[in-house]
């Protein structure tokens, strides 16, 4: 029995208040060695939605009618990261097929998707939290896109750093996790706009 | 035979994959009844906790939920038993939370007047903020409270309030959502004990 | 490639430490850092899942077709996993169940993948084990004192026991998801800082 919690809730909660990347620090690795730049960060984001919302409607779908009848949930980490792995290969291969431009633009990220957590983090927490469909679909695009808009504002917020005087052990990642810190608490801030349904 | 053909490549790869579940279903039917096991002593130790009834040792805590519980009947909406000379009500609930459910148990004195305790069997709210709603400073703050009104989650000190007659508890810092859902749970809860036991009597 | 093994500890747990030089696979368990067990629990997960897989990487180097190295790679870490997975489910469930999906979660810590990929395809078994028990260590002590002052400031307590007096007023901060980027952020300067100062004091 899934939880009735209204689907936009969840959209806009999972953009705001409970970003993936800010409150449950996942698909950090990316995060940090492509925020430099804002041109890849906009790619990356872009390509994490699309994973992200494909592959968790895919994982809805396996775990459902497959995982769950034949009582093979202890192979779900096997079988989820599979269906990311497969299906970032074959996303791959279709935009190089159909639209050469999108594939410069998205072709590097991809490789790197599959060992994004947050794509594997959505697949968990939409099992674990027991998600229907529509909740699943809606949870996963929140997800993505408050993790592109949180490695955009980094990018955008890194440029500024770049002309900012820094102690020499704090440059490079030292600085950026602490931006990274202050962006988690600017989002904390959104918690009230959500008590408001 | 060569490495890369493809021949090669998707033999070994069903090798490898039969070989890797083989041995998994194998450790997954191994642990399967502990498992259940568990499952069963975690919601034993939540009607425990609520009825106010501390059982350290994991091993005894069957045996003290058969004590307490004599006559329990796990699809009755409620079940009435006897503790310390007081008699009293669980109920098992299941509502909301920010992220999925929350289900638990609560329990109340027969006549209604105070609630004994609450326990938490399982969430999904985020560890170290939601998540502590099962912890025990915050579930203690039930115990004792009086039901003549609605139980209310503040934003207190977050340290606790143990004062059992003003209808007040601390919420969790920085997790107010989870604090607002436990608020609705358990004054649904409280309703709907009142509405069923209350139309008994 | 044949370091000897004090190296590979000296090097893992320090000069090329996981964490704070690589900045790799802090996702899967920043996020339980405000608990020491909870920490605890996850890193030696962590190090038996590195320690297991660059074993049997190393031991399969030359029968894995290259095509489909990263997946049976995968396929080896997701093993593991779910067998770290199970034991806990049957022996430690309360941890188990405060952990959720973050066990499932360490499939994706590129530390993993990455000690994999760099050491064990080039290397024997009993080697890449003790550099993945190593990668594993370096990962532990970094995160053991981010949980450790994140738990103290938190909630007064170390590994669930009360330390400190009853008045002390708990940092709610501490508790919440920034805290744990700024301690790691400032653990970083800190050591940077100190190798920063060991270079300049050879040249």
């Known amino acids: 029995m899934s939880p009735d919690i209204n689907p936009l809730v969840l959209f806009f909660a999972s953009i705001f208040t409970s970003n993936i990347l800010l409150a449950n620090f996942l698909g950090m690795c990316s995060f940090i060695s492509i925020s430099k730049d804002m041109k890849s960060s906009n790619g990356l984001g872009l390509a994490v939605t699309v994973v992200l919302v494909l592959t968790s409607m895919l994982n809805w779908v396996i775990l459902k009618y497959i995982l769950i009848p034949l009582d093979l949930l202890y192979l779900r980490y096997i079988i989820f990261i599979i269906v990311i792995a497969a299906t970032v290969q074959v996303l791959e291969m279709v935009i190089d097929r159909v639209s050469p431009a999108l594939y410069m633009a998205l072709g590097i990220f991809l490789p790197l998707i599959t060992v994004n957590c947050a794509i594997l983090g959505v697949a968990l927490f939409m099992q674990i939290r027991n998600y229907s469909f529509i909740q699943t679909v809606f949870f996963a695009a929140g997800s993505g896109l408050g993790w592109w808009l949180a490695i955009l504002a980094l990018s955008a917020i890194q440029k500024k750093l770049l002309k900012a005087p820094v102690p020499a052990g704090l440059k490079g990642p030292g600085i950026t996790l602490i931006t990274i810190g202050f962006m988690a608490m600017a989002f904390i801030g959104f918690s009230g706009m959500l008590s408001v349904q | 035979m060569k490495k890369d053909s493809i021949f090669y490549t998707v033999v070994f790869s069903f090798i490898i994959a039969f070989i890797f579940v083989f041995l998994l279903s194998l450790a997954y039917g191994a642990t399967k009844e502990k498992v259940a096991e568990n499952a069963r002593i975690t919601e034993a130790r939540a009607y425990l906790s609520a009825a106010g009834i501390e059982v350290a040792d994991p091993g005894e805590i069957e045996a003290a939920f058969n004590s307490a519980f004599p006559s329990f009947d796990e699809k009755a909406p409620f079940n009435e038993t006897t503790v310390n000379g007081k008699k009293i009500v669980v109920s098992p609930f299941s509502g909301n939370g920010l992220w999925g459910t929350i289900s638990g148990v609560m329990a109340v004195t027969a006549d209604l007047k105070r609630m004994v305790g609450l326990a938490i069997i399982s969430h999904n709210e985020t560890p170290g903020l939601g998540g502590r709603i099962e912890e025990k400073w915050f579930l203690d703050q039930f115990r004792g409270e009086s039901l003549s009104g609605k139980i209310e989650v503040i934003r207190g000190s977050g340290s606790g309030d143990n004062d059992p007659d003003n209808g007040k508890v601390d919420g969790i810092t920085g997790a107010s959502r989870t604090s607002s859902s436990i608020e609705v749970i358990v004054n649904n809860k409280i309703n709907e004990l009142k509405e069923m036991i209350g139309g008994i009597n | ?203």
């Open chain 3, 1 to 203: 490639m044949a370091d000897s093994p004090s190296k590979i500890l000296k090097e893992n747990i320090w000069y090329s430490n996981p964490v704070f030089i690589q900045i790799l696979g802090i996702c899967s368990t920043l996020a339980v850092t405000n608990n020491l067990i909870n920490t605890v629990i996850m890193t030696v997960g962590l190090m038996f899942v590195t320690g297991f897989t660059n074993v049997t990487v190393s031991l399969l180097k030359n029968l894995i077709p290259r095509k489909v190295r990263m997946i049976v790679q995968t396929l080896i870490i997701a093993f593991y996993v779910i067998i770290v997975d199970i034991l806990l489910r049957a022996y430690l469930p309360d941890v188990s169940k405060a952990l959720g999906p973050y066990v499932g979660l360490i499939i994706t810590n590129c530390i993993i993948m990455g000690r994999a990929e760099a050491f064990a395809q080039s290397n024997g078994p009993l080697l890449s084990f003790w550099d993945g028990i190593t990668s594993g260590l370096g990962y532990m002590w970094v995160l053991m004192i981010i949980a450790f002052v994140r738990e103290l400031l938190g909630f007064g307590t170390l590994f669930g026991m009360s330390v400190l007096p009853e008045g002390f007023t708990h940092w709610t901060i501490m508790v919440m998801a920034p805290s744990a980027f700024f301690l790691l952020g400032t653990f970083i300067w800190i050591s940077k800082t100190i190798m920063l100062k060991n270079e300049g004091g050879r040249k």
